[in-house]
């Protein structure tokens, strides 16, 4: 069998990936888990630090991705983050998460990549949770003066204030959210089953009976048959233009300026020649 060359990249297998990894972690693996094509470790919330380096260092997981955050309320520890790694010589991907709730931090990982710094203010902003060592743990999305985190669904749902630039005060302003206009309500019925309701005007359309439905039960109802046969044969569709003398002239017509002067217009109305052409008046 022919060996079939594609321009995607290879993607290492999982067979042994997900034991390896937890004997390396060892005691810091709380559970772990591998479905849908991905590895997933669950270690301890005070170990993320170490099992991280860990990763990267002794199994060549070299680059952070993403960090995500999860809420399960009906959990003690309601929230996880979710540390997403990849391995550019391997071309695998692991996924580690830990689990908090609103009051316990979670140690930070920009000791090891930077840029966890940006993707835990997005989690914090987001979810509420904290990072212990984050020396700049600040909102990155919302609003600087809002309260609550918006993934918790715990705030109202249009707020209380608004935010926009005023023209007038040449600043940004605060004031009371005003909507638009008032809820309203939408039917989403089948436009072929129609409203319930009468709709303005339709009241005057003229609409025909459904208990006395129109069928073809013989032929001569569809418009088919003998006679349709021999009216159609009768036409004869025409030829194409090129095919048929038509007796029309197809030399060119005379130039303008060969043709005689047209005889001037008399009254008040203006002549062509002399409203394109000024000439000099006397």
Request: hydrophobic share 35%; net charge negative.
């Amino acid at each position: 069998m022919a060996k079939v060359l594609h321009s995607a990249p290879r993607y290492a297998t999982n067979e042994g990936v997900r034991d390896a990894l937890c004997a390396a972690l060892g005691s810091m693996v709380v559970d772990s888990i591998e479905e849908f094509g991905e590895i997933v470790i669950t270690v301890k919330r005070e170990s993320i630090e170490d099992a991280l380096r860990l990763l990267r260092d002794e199994h060549a997981y070299q680059q952070l991705m993403e960090i995500a955050g999860a809420d399960y309320p009906s959990r003690p520890e309601r929230f996880e983050v979710v540390y997403m790694l990849l391995s550019l010589t391997k071309n695998h991907r692991v996924m580690v998460k830990v689990s908090t709730d609103e009051a316990t931090p979670v140690p930070t990982v920009t000791t090891l990549w930077p840029v966890a710094g940006w993707l835990e203010r997005e989690v914090f902003d987001m979810y509420g949770v904290m990072f212990d060592g984050n020396t700049d743990l600040r909102r990155i999305l919302t609003d600087y003066g809002f309260e609550g985190h918006p993934f918790r669904k715990d705030f109202p749902l249009t707020g209380y204030t608004e935010l926009r630039y005023s023209e007038e005060e040449k600043r940004v302003v605060y004031e009371p959210v005003e909507l638009a206009q008032d809820f309203r309500s939408f039917d989403f019925t089948s436009p072929w089953e129609g409203a319930d309701y009468v709709l303005p005007g339709d009241e005057k359309a003229d609409v025909p009976p459904v208990d006395d439905p129109k069928v073809t039960e013989k032929p001569s109802d569809t418009g088919a048959g003998a006679k349709a046969d021999e009216k159609a044969e009768e036409k004869v569709s025409a030829g194409a233009p090129a095919e048929e003398d038509t007796g029309i002239d197809t030399e060119a017509p005379e130039t303008t300026e060969d043709q005689p002067d047209r005889k001037a217009s008399e009254g008040d109305v203006h002549d062509t020649k002399g409203a394109t052409k000024p000439e000099d008046k006397e």
